[in-house]
């Protein structure tokens, strides 16, 4: 019997994950299914529990439900609750378990692609959402020295600093001494130069400028606002380059986009399913040649 996994979230038109996770399936001769399940909300509930079916083997869960997929689940791992956020489901026997692969995505994007050490840097979040969880998580963690979020919705900032603040002065936490400075500011700060002034990173962690999303050729953030020598990135992959990243390079900015941490979380996603190492480069190069057209 063939296996399946999926992606659950909506809309994933846009979405290259069927593509290169099923490189790295056939890269193994694995008779597995990576497909699309485009879900609406209320629907949400049913396509999670047709999780629990013998063919099916886990799940990527994607925009809106990161969040809204936790109490359906029944368990969720430490680093998955401490964010707040699920992008990965695996079925254990007849249980459906819940992970976070995009901490990891966006260190190792950051690091190995980015070539940029957050250690002692000022940075500001745009987003508040499942994503941006993930990243506020992993900039904690790596002990930069100032985090700011702005969101849209001001509550959901205010509520990501307080848990991000609360996580960096636990003691229990493992952290090292350097304590990071952690603000929310309200979506109106966006158009102020002074909010990116003396910052480094600068991470879009909202759907804006998605392609196939009502914010399709839009960029959170001015021209003028952006500043040179520092490093933008934006979550959103497709398009390539997104306009956000146009406008940075315009600035004179260094620029990062989201296919790196979308090729590195799946690749965790990957072995958490078939217990096996990610064929990272293969999925790099298929993701590219979905996304560009171009076959390499
Ligand atoms: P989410 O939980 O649904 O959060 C969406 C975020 O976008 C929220 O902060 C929301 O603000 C904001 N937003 C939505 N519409 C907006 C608008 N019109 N104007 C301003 N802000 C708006 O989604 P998510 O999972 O965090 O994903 C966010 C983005 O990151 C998506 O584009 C996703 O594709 C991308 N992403 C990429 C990777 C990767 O590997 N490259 C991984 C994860 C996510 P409110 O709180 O005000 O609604």
């Not at 003396?198 to 839009?218: D, R, V």
């Not at 064929?279 to 190069?285: G, R």
């Amino acid at each position: 019997m063939s296996r399946h996994v999926g992606l659950i979230g909506y809309p994933i038109k846009h979405s290259i994950s069927p593509y290169f996770q099923q490189a790295a399936l056939d890269y193994y001769q694995l008779d597995i299914r990576y497909e699309a399940w485009e879900t609406v909300p209320a629907q949400l509930h049913d396509t999670v529990n047709d999780l629990r079916k013998p063919q099916n083997i886990g799940a990527n869960v994607t925009v809106p439900y990161k969040e809204t997929v936790l109490p359906l689940l029944d368990e969720v791992d430490e680093l998955a609750n401490l964010i707040g956020a699920v992008n990965t489901i695996v079925k254990k026997g007849d249980r459906l378990l819940g992970f976070n692969s995009d901490l990891y995505g966006f260190s190792e994007a950051l690091d190995k692609e980015g070539h940029f050490d957050p250690e002692g840097k000022r940075v500001v979040i745009l987003g508040a959402g499942g994503a941006a969880k993930a990243v506020g998580f992993a900039l904690v963690q790596k002990n930069v020295n100032s985090l700011v979020i702005i969101n849209r919705t001001f509550r959901r900032a205010q509520i990501l600093a307080d848990s991000l603040t609360s996580y960096s002065t636990d003691s229990s936490s493992g952290l090292e001494t350097i304590k990071t400075k952690i603000a929310a500011l309200p979506w109106e700060s966006l158009d102020s130069q002074e909010t990116f002034s003396h910052c480094h990173l600068i991470i879009n962690c909202t759907t804006m400028g998605m392609k196939h999303s009502p914010q399709e050729g839009q960029s959170p953030l001015r021209l003028e606002v952006i500043p040179r020598g520092a490093l933008v990135c934006d979550l959103v992959y497709n398009p390539w380059p997104t306009p956000l990243l146009e406008l940075a390079r315009k600035a004179g900015a260094d620029i990062l986009g989201g296919l790196p941490m979308l090729v590195y979380q799946g690749a965790a996603s990957f072995k958490l399913w078939t217990g096996k190492e990610a064929p990272v480069d293969i999925m790099f190069t298929k993701a590219k040649e979905i996304l560009t057209g171009v076959k390499r």
